[in-house]
């Protein structure tokens, strides 16, 4: 596991374990047949210990056979290969983040259902570099499917966008 990938397992297993205390201390969990304001904020931070716990496990098992197979690859590509990909993911990251920072900005003023198949089809197009068509369908079937779930299985009053008020 690389140093980054070493603090970004230990960054998520912190988030989860701040999140499931903070909605067990602070807000009412309820129970499985009527859930509180805390349910799904532990349960989110419950997911988030356990997978970085997996994260860690799996680097763990997975070090010794990629470390025999790889260490001298590893040292001819090291100051050639390296350079060029650690740009990628960085921009990649800032990319989703400024889409996630949009959402967040638009969805209040052009409702759910508007900011959703803006974001969706945002982070298609940019950040996953994916073609039109598939995007499209993406961004249509996600965004169809979360509006259900939201509205009518959860009963969740979402955002209407003020253009069709």
């Not at 997975?62 to 590509?77: E, G, I, T, W």
């Not at 993911?89 to 949009?102: E, G, H, I, M, Q």
């Not at 299985?153 to 209407?160: K, Q």
Request: glycine share 6%.
């Amino acid at each position: 596991m690389s140093r980054g990938e070493n603090i970004a397992n230990l960054v998520t297993i912190a988030l989860g374990v701040f999140v499931a205390y903070h909605s067990y201390h602070s807000l009412k969990l309820g129970i499985l047949i009527s859930p509180g304001a805390g349910f799904m904020p532990f349960l989110c931070g419950v997911a988030l210990m356990v997978l970085g716990i997996f994260w860690r496990i799996q680097a763990f098992l997975l070090k010794s056979s990629r470390h025999d197979n790889c260490f001298h690859d590893a040292q001819v590509v090291e100051g050639t290969a390296e350079t060029s990909a650690g740009l990628r993911p960085r921009v990649k990251l800032c990319l989703a983040f400024v889409t996630t920072l949009a959402y967040a900005f638009l969805f209040e003023r052009i409702g759910f259902l508007l900011s959703t198949l803006v974001f969706m089809l945002g982070w298609q197009m940019l950040v996953e570099r994916e073609r039109w068509l598939k995007s499209i369908i993406i961004t249509a079937l996600c965004a169809a499917a979360m509006y259900t779930l939201f509205r009518y299985l959860l009963r969740v009053e979402l955002p209407s966008n003020p253009l069709f008020s």
